[in-house]
């Protein structure tokens, strides 16, 4: 007969049992499927072929997943040039200001939009003959370039749609952390005669850090996995120039069937992300940097 | 004591309660239960038509008494991982929209697809299809799926722009490139084109128009589209390019909206594009009309028009089976295709039944005459993986128009991937 403790911890393992069977079927079991795929030859229908590293060589081989791998590397460094870059100079300029959320809100707006949204809006923009090209046209300026047809062009300007959308979030967070430095090291380093530049650099970026570290870490996340802005804006074309990572995973598994050659392409993502993210939180909140 | 004892059952009616939701999950196939009257769910990615296939409800109820229960997908892609998983449990649709050429094949292949032979052999019996069209949905020698719709992909023409400029409709490739010639001299764009998607009509439009045979060698494989003749043909068409014939691929204005407003004169598309014209406030045979685009090669005997046909199948496996198999036997009828087409306006594939616009009702008879040759639609007639590339080329080249090289061989290289994998 078992025990009254082995009873209460059959009992508490029956309770932990639906969290853990719902974590496990809903979360690691997708990943090892999508892993055990990535090796296989699969159409979505039948049973899946074991081929090994196949899909990994044909993804390395293949020129259009290099320029899809070098497109969301310019959405990296775009993102964190552009929208945590004009977040932080937005919460630095309003912040202290009389009347600064209202300056901040605006930005804020378009936040509340989903990508697909963001994206529909800018292709009326900046289609030919779109509305920037017609605004243009009213000042006498014709020859505009083809900004949703040439390459890196149409990543850049993409890069700007996705900017307009996150600048604003950007900036409450970087207010959030201002908000959050003691009055004491500040009013210490004004005394000490600290203003613009010396206090930003000196007191300001570097008591930032820990927040500017989760912002800049969730916007590398965020642009390796860029999908729906250029889903609804080019489709990833003309032909596959303006593909990211993500998009191309999305085609090959279910607009060409390839299931396994997607799959690699997920696996190759997540590793790249993972690494990314790991590298950089270690390095921003490691102790080497505590003030 | 008692208190562990209701915590051991609770946890143990936990356990057992995530064990049920895991047994829910997991699928299997279902018996097919036989019935052929009642209301059938049918799937399809063309969720706009969700209207049409509701108003048809009332002349299945009264022929075969058979109603559909219709959830309309708007994205294909979404849509067609959604059928795909769907053979996976026991929920297999029992009539849904799916593609001809390669997709069927691969369904059939894995043996996931109802047979319809004896469907077919009564409706080439009754005169309700043709031979040509049987052959669309024959994979090894039995019929798969029956024909949902048809659509000849024609020419669109804005009727005022050609009476502006006094221009008659073409009934040679000559005349067709003088009309180009002299619209682009008055200032206006001969033909609208897009660098996604619709990306292949007019390389399908000259390849086929050129040669039939060097058309159907693409799609087996035996011709390759860095053979000769093909690179002719894109150099044509990048002659075609340079002189300003096409209209600018980079813009967003609906293709209907653009023969309105005159951005440019014609339009190659299906001959489901009616629905569009007449729902951009165009009128049939008034604001708008269409020709069959004549052959490129003035030797050959017939002329060749690409024709799309999209099927009605019914999962192997479903519970519904036989109530599917039942409409599609009532669907190939020409009552059943007379109120199709009326409810959503379009050619109808049985030449019996009643097609309602009469521009529609004149180009399903004049394309069924013998001076005409009916081919399968490039989207159809390529398999999937070397479709997407070439879809995605001819978009760049479009976009760019240049040496058309190294746009053929990128295409050249999936085919050869393609094609060393199915030997």
Redesign the interface.
């Known amino acids: 007969m078992a025990s009254r403790g082995s009873q209460y911890q059959w009992s508490a393992r029956g309770f932990i049992a639906p969290g853990v069977i719902l974590v496990a079927v809903l979360l690691y079991l997708p990943l090892l499927w999508t892993t055990f795929l990535s090796f296989t030859e699969y159409n979505g229908l039948g049973d899946p072929d074991w081929i090994g590293l196949g899909n990994f060589a044909e993804m390395f081989e293949d020129p259009g997943f290099i320029g899809s791998l070098l497109n969301t590397l310019l959405w990296v460094v775009g993102t964190l040039l552009i929208p945590v870059g004009i977040g932080l100079a937005l919460a630095l300029l309003t912040w202290n200001l009389p009347g600064g959320v209202w300056l901040r809100v605006p930005f804020l707006i378009p936040y509340a939009l989903s990508g697909i949204g963001v994206g529909l809006i800018w292709s009326f923009i900046l289609s030919s003959n779109g509305a920037l090209d017609q605004a243009l046209g009213a000042f006498g300026i014709t020859e505009t370039p083809r900004w949703l047809v040439d390459a890196p062009l149409n990543t850049v300007v993409m890069i700007i749609a996705a900017a307009w959308q996150g600048v604003g979030v950007n900036a409450l967070l970087f207010t959030i952390g201002l908000n959050s430095i003691p009055k004491e090291p500040l009013e210490a380093a004004r005394v000490d005669g600290a203003t613009g530049g010396r206090l930003f650099t000196s007191i300001l970026w570097p008591m930032l850090r820990p927040l500017t570290a989760v912002v800049v870490g969730l916007s590398i996340v965020a642009s390796l996995k860029t999908f729906d802005i250029v889903l609804s804006m080019t489709k990833g074309g003309p032909g596959r120039v303006s593909e990211t990572l993500a998009l191309t995973m999305y085609k090959e598994t279910f607009v060409n069937s390839d299931y396994g050659l997607g799959s690699a392409i997920a696996v190759f993502l997540t590793i790249v992300t993972m690494i990314a993210a790991i590298l950089y939180l270690r390095e921003q909140l490691s102790k080497k940097h505590e003030i | 004591?008692n208190s562990?004892r209701t915590?051991?059952?609770?946890?143990?009616?936990?356990?057992a309660?995530?064990a049920m939701?895991?047994a829910a999950?997991s699928g299997g196939g279902a018996a097919d239960s036989g019935e052929t009257t009642g209301t059938l769910d049918f799937y399809t990615n063309k969720a706009a038509w969700e209207p049409d296939f509701d108003e048809l409800n009332g002349a299945s109820e009264a022929s075969v008494d058979i109603s559909l229960n219709t959830t309309g997908y708007s994205d294909a892609?979404?849509y067609?991982?959604f059928i795909?998983?769907s053979?996976r449990t026991s929920k297999s649709p029992g009539l849904f929209t799916w593609q001809t050429g390669s997709s069927l094949t691969?369904?059939v292949d894995?043996g996931?697809i109802a047979e319809t032979t004896d469907i077919w052999s009564n409706a080439v019996d009754e005169g309700w299809v043709t031979e040509d069209l049987r052959e669309t949905y024959t994979v090894d020698g039995k019929q798969y799926c029956v024909p949902m719709n048809i659509a000849y992909w024609v020419m669109y023409y804005n009727t005022k722009i050609f009476e502006e400029q006094g221009i008659e409709v073409p009934t040679t490739w000559e005349e067709l490139d003088a009309v180009a010639e002299k619209l682009t001299s008055a200032g206006v764009t001969p033909y609208y084109q897009t660098?996604?998607?619709f990306t292949f009509q007019w390389f399908q439009q000259m390849v086929a128009g050129t040669d039939p045979e060097l058309y159907e060698g693409l799609s087996t494989g035996e011709v390759k589209y860095t053979d000769p003749e093909i690179v002719d043909i894109m150099n044509l068409w990048l002659e075609q390019q340079e002189a300003g014939w096409f209209s600018?691929?980079?813009?967003?204005?609906d293709p209907a909206v653009g023969l309105k407003q005159g951005d440019y004169a014609m339009i190659n598309f299906g001959s489901f594009f009616n629905g569009s014209l007449d729902g951009a406030g165009m009128v049939s045979g008034e604001d708008y009309d269409m020709f069959v685009i004549p052959k490129t090669n003035a030797d050959l005997e017939r002329t060749p028009v690409a024709v799309e046909s999209g099927p009605l199948c019914v999962a192997e496996n479903s519970s519904q089976k036989a109530l599917g198999l039942a409409y599609s036997e009532w669907w190939m009828s020409d009552e059943a295709q007379t109120a199709w087409s009326e409810a959503r306006g379009d050619v109808a594939f049985n030449p019996k039944a009643t097609v309602a616009d009469p521009m529609l009702a004149e180009l399903g008879s004049t394309v069924a005459s013998d001076d005409y040759l009916v081919y399968d639609r490039y989207f159809e007639a390529t398999p999937?993986?070397i479709l997407?590339v070439a879809l995605?080329?001819f978009?760049?080249f479009?976009?760019?128009p240049g040496d058309p090289m190294p746009f053929l061989e990128t295409i050249q290289a999936e085919a050869d991937k393609y094609w060393a994998d199915q030997e």
């Open positions: 004591m562990r915590k051991f059952g609770a946890g143990a009616a936990a356990l309660a995530s939701l895991l999950c892609d979404q067609d991982a795909k998983q053979f691969e369904l894995e996931l660098s996604t998607l600018d691929a980079g813009s967003t204005v999937t993986p997407t995605e080329q978009g760049a479009i976009a760019n």
